[in-house]
């Protein structure tokens, strides 16, 4: 393994994968560093696994990562930049033992602290025990960290102003495509809620559907 530049590997410009969580994984380089090393094909300098993860250094200014290299031929580095894709899709997970590691983990005081550099939040946890078809746990899980929802008005008298509760219910997959997306605005607009970054978002690209 090597301690390489960042500018000096590239990544791999036919890589077809979407990274729609770039905030979780730039959330574990806050937190834990680079764990891994970066695959790199030694004749191109093309990254064949981690491409991911590359962005997220760059963004954070890091310069330096560790890589290994492999002698790959062009067809063999797109066969592994394949396939190490491929292999994460097919995963899968024991949702009970994955519930019980999460609450185990998030304890009973700073559940965001305990979670976080995880990929997992409180909600996270309560929608898997919700799917788990444990709606109990879930409410007594977030009942720890969070109002309950029903105890929240439809309007509420501020000194910034009267606000309002909107609630819409979205597909699993939207779910974690919108969340990763307001990870992200909040970082890019320097807001600490989900509802301030929902603002700027709309503030920002409101204009493009303007009448």
Same mark, same amino acid.
Request: net charge negative; no cysteine.
């Given at each position: 393994?090597?301690?390489?530049?960042?500018?000096?590997?590239?990544?791999?410009?036919?890589?077809?994968?979407?990274?729609?969580?770039?905030?979780?994984?730039?959330?574990?380089?806050?937190?834990?560093?680079?764990?891994?090393?970066?695959?790199?094909?030694?004749?191109?300098?093309?990254?064949?696994?981690?491409?991911?993860?590359?962005?997220?250094?760059?963004?954070?200014?890091?310069?330096?990562?560790?890589?290994?290299?492999?002698?790959?031929?062009?067809?063999?580095?797109?066969?592994?930049?394949?396939?190490?894709?491929?292999?994460?899709?097919?995963? $899968? @997970?024991?949702?009970?033992?994955? &519930?019980? !590691? #999460?609450?185990? *983990?998030?304890?009973?005081?700073? %559940?965001?602290?305990? /979670?976080?550099?995880? $990929? @997992?939040?409180?909600?996270?946890? &309560?929608? !898997? #025990?919700?799917? *788990?078809?444990?709606?109990?746990? %879930?409410?007594?899980? /977030?009942?720890?960290?969070?109002?309950?929802?029903?105890?929240?008005?439809?309007?509420?008298?501020?000194?910034?102003?009267?606000?309002?509760?909107?609630?819409? /219910?979205?597909?699993?997959?939207?779910?974690?495509?919108?969340?990763?997306?307001?990870?992200?605005?909040?970082?890019?607009?320097?807001?600490?809620?989900?509802?301030?970054?929902?603002?700027?978002?709309?503030?920002?690209?409101?204009?493009?559907?303007?009448?």
């Amino acid at each position: 393994m090597s301690v390489v530049a960042l500018d000096a590997i590239t990544r791999h410009p036919r890589n077809v994968r979407k990274h729609l969580t770039r905030a979780l994984v730039r959330e574990s380089l806050e937190i834990h560093g680079q764990y891994k090393p970066l695959i790199v094909q030694r004749s191109t300098g093309f990254i064949v696994a981690g491409n991911g993860t590359h962005r997220e250094m760059e963004a954070l200014g890091w310069s330096e990562a560790d890589v290994s290299y492999g002698d790959w031929s062009d067809d063999e580095a797109l066969q592994i930049l394949l396939v190490d894709n491929r292999t994460s899709d097919d995963s $899968g @997970y024991d949702d009970q033992a994955l &519930a019980a !590691l #999460l609450v185990e *983990l998030a304890g009973d005081d700073d %559940a965001a602290k305990a /979670l976080a550099g995880t $990929g @997992y939040s409180e909600a996270d946890v &309560a929608h !898997l #025990l919700y799917r *788990l078809e444990k709606p109990e746990e %879930a409410s007594a899980f /977030l009942d720890q960290f969070l109002a309950d929802d029903d105890e929240i008005p439809v309007a509420v008298e501020t000194p910034d102003g009267v606000m309002f509760k909107i609630s819409y /219910l979205v597909s699993g997959e939207n779910r974690a495509m919108i969340n990763a997306a307001l990870r992200v605005a909040k970082d890019r607009f320097g807001v600490d809620t989900s509802a301030e970054a929902l603002v700027e978002i709309v503030r920002t690209t409101g204009h493009e559907f303007s009448g």
